[in-house]
């Protein structure tokens, strides 16, 4: 396909993924808050989101692998490409297990200390604080293998892998208004298997499809210049993206501990409205993006700047 239509058919996917998105999820919104109650949804909002907030790493890593595979796709060089993956998979899986293990440890220090949570709920929210731990350890797995499908632009894949999860949880927020367990703790554990399933779809088809992929990391492959590479260039990409998170999750932590749980549901709320929203202004972005990078590893630095200065009119 020309890269020009390429561009156009992973923006209508990406508008098109946004668009169902946020109508299923402003609505599984709706049918959550009333089967949990405005207190347990602020729980799950505030702890969900103590351990979310570090998520943001995960995307400061997708999107440093992202731009070194594209790079070297550009200059036709495989073997590279496939060191990248590795050295990524290799830094992920660390990374996942380390911070898994650093956030369990403070487990009880967050719950019973850092946030203003009903003592009645402590048990139920140290459970949501576990399933979520779990949750982002998956996001974390998944990452490289998001990066390969971005830089070889196949964000069609991508959007229906994300419109069904979204239908997946607008399932899962019928289920819960039926169900007699406690509705917290289930929505929680349901939340982490459907990261679960996430990881699957793109692990099983990136992995039969994509050369440079596998489900093993690759010894002879990893690196201590690749990591430094990515690593370096992830940390610009982690201040900038963490410094939106702290202030986003910053805000909902102290109107917690001021208002308590409460407040934190109509923050939760408006919260997600903002974020789908967001997404639609980035997606051109997304699209474009894998080509400006293979443009300039090819050594074509005019076309990089012709597409960056069209994606920034379009933006």
């Not at 994509?210 to 260039?233: H, N, P, Q």
Request: with cysteine; aromatic share 12%.
């Amino acid at each position: 396909m020309e890269p020009a239509k390429r561009i156009v058919v992973n923006t209508i996917a990406q508008y098109s993924r946004s668009i169902i998105n946020i109508i299923l999820s402003l609505y599984s919104t709706r049918l959550i808050l009333a089967a949990l109650g405005v207190s347990d949804f602020g729980i799950y909002s505030i702890v969900g989101g103590v351990v979310a907030m570090l998520g943001f790493i995960t995307n400061a890593l997708v999107i440093t692998t992202q731009r070194y595979i594209s790079f070297h796709y550009g200059k036709l060089d495989m073997d590279a490409v496939r060191k990248v993956f590795s050295n990524s998979l290799f830094i992920h899986v660390v990374f996942a297990v380390l911070l898994s293990l650093a956030l369990f440890l403070l487990k009880d220090l967050v719950i019973h200390h850092w946030l203003n949570i009903p003592s009645l709920r402590y048990e139920a929210a140290g459970s949501v604080y576990v399933f979520t731990i779990g949750t982002l350890a998956i996001a974390i797995l998944v990452a490289p293998y998001k990066a390969v499908f971005v830089a070889r632009e196949n964000i069609v894949y991508i959007s229906v892998v994300e419109v069904v999860d979204g239908i997946l949880k607008f399932a899962l927020a019928l289920y819960i208004t039926h169900s007699t367990f406690d509705r917290l703790v289930l929505y929680a554990a349901i939340m982490a298997f459907l990261q679960f399933i996430n990881l699957m779809a793109f692990v099983c088809y990136a992995v039969r499809k994509f050369a440079e992929c596998s489900l093993a990391i690759r010894c002879k492959d990893i690196s201590a210049g690749y990591v430094s590479a990515l690593l370096g260039f992830a940390g610009w990409t982690t201040y900038g993206m963490g410094a939106i998170v702290l202030r986003n999750q910053g805000i909902a932590i102290l109107l917690n501990n001021f208002f308590g749980t409460v407040i934190n549901a109509a923050y939760g709320i408006a919260f997600q409205v903002q974020a789908a929203m967001s997404f639609v202004s980035t997606s051109v972005l997304n699209a474009m993006n894998p080509q400006i990078m293979k443009a300039e590893g090819a050594g074509d630095r005019k076309k990089m700047l012709k597409l960056a200065m069209s994606e920034s009119k379009y933006s």
